[in-house]
């Protein structure tokens, strides 16, 4: 597939030399491609992965299948008006960022949440794209190569359309990822970008980003309705 | 232990059957003992469970050396209130409650998070309480036998106080859990609220209440730094 990553930092750089390596087509979007190609652990990290390209978010977006945005949340807006609706339109757009509030701490704060979530912005605003939220609930070397778990764990998709939901789920499986969870549609992203509030808690507790869930269900058949969350 | 359960609903009757059936004992805590014994599904579930009494909120929690708030998000505080702050100073007050704000539809919204959590709230209400945050997280049928789920999964604690906590804990695993990651102070519970987003989305997604996640940790040692949520 020819795939753009937006976004240059280590979750893209991560995502996008992966996904050359499975012999994907992958342009790195970035706001100035030879200033960062200039940089030195960007230039050292282009030598030893082959077959990745910098181009500006417009040109990588242009002549991709599917654009995975990488880029931080609170600049994701910005970097996809740089890419330009016409270039984003029945084209799959993988979000895989966090609406983390830049600069309010450890842990950060959301700057959405609840009643609305960064992809459902994303989404009204290209309303030709093809929205899936996906692998923001863990650090870019488990998105990657999961396996190094040792055991199965779980991620999940949300999105309005099935066909692309299905296009990711072929993606993160090839990623190796083998418990891909439909949430539904895209306003199930605002309980996935919720749950990083929990997980960025769990990784400090943990002392490391190096863990994920896995969803184990009951192996026991339901035998009486049970009261969830809202006790009273 | 002499524990309180405050909230006589499935999730309050769950808890306080099985703690009186490990040999606690248990007192119900209700608005009124007499109306809610009265009711015919509450009448069946006393028969059914020795051990058990009804009390009003405050002689329950009065003679207890545990308070649990059992009672509905939206009502804690009112309840507590009604138990008095007398009855609550120096107790360990193990609040499993979740901040679901009432007629907010499915899936429910939160009345507060990210820069605040209900088990705060609580907190600065009753300073003399020992508060941990925990069981939020599970259905009544998991929080009380989670081995059902045939594998072991994951319970939280958070709380300002280490002592409260290892009593806590002490009483989770005898309710049979088996992975307790203690979060740290009781600002850790935000992110187990704000999971609960996550948790109804799952749920809606398998279509049963039966699950619960299993934090799995990498077995591979760390070589290097990792990227988490915040991607640029």
């Known amino acids: 597939m020819r795939i753009a990553v937006l976004g240059s930092g280590p979750v893209g750089r991560a995502i996008a030399g992966r996904l050359a390596g499975l012999g994907h087509q992958v342009v790195v979007g970035t706001r100035n491609?030879?200033?960062?190609?200039?940089?030195?652990?960007?230039?050292?990290?282009?030598?030893?992965?082959?077959g990745v390209f910098f181009a500006t978010f417009a040109e990588a977006a242009g002549h991709a299948e599917l654009v995975?945005?990488?880029?931080?949340?609170?600049?994701?807006?910005?970097?996809?008006?740089q890419v330009g609706k016409a270039n984003l339109t029945e084209k799959v757009l993988l979000d895989i960022s966090n609406p983390l509030e830049p600069d309010s701490g450890m842990p950060p704060r959301l700057f959405v949440k609840d009643e609305d979530s960064l992809a459902e912005q994303i989404q009204r605003r290209f309303p030709g794209a093809r929205v899936v939220k996906s692998l923001n609930t863990l650090n870019n070397r488990l998105m990657i190569d999961p396996g190094t778990l040792g055991e199965t764990t779980s991620v999940f998709v949300s999105g309005n359309e099935d066909a692309a939901k299905r296009t990711v789920t072929m993606l993160l499986e090839q990623l190796g990822h083998r418990d891909v969870i439909d949430?539904?549609?895209?306003?199930?992203?605002?309980?996935?970008?919720?749950?990083?509030?929990?997980?960025?808690?769990?990784?400090?507790?943990?002392?490391?980003?190096d863990f994920n869930i896995k969803i184990v269900r009951s192996s026991v058949p339901t035998l009486a309705p049970s009261r969830g969350a809202d006790q009273t």
């Open 68 to 81: 995975i945005n990488a880029a931080g949340g609170a600049v994701s807006i910005e970097v996809l008006d």
């Open 33 to 50: 491609p030879e200033v960062t190609a200039s940089r030195s652990d960007v230039a050292a990290w282009l030598i030893e992965t082959p």
């Open 183 to 209: 949430l539904g549609d895209l306003s199930t992203a605002r309980g996935a970008e919720m749950y990083v509030a929990f997980w960025v808690r769990v990784a400090l507790a943990l002392g490391t980003s």
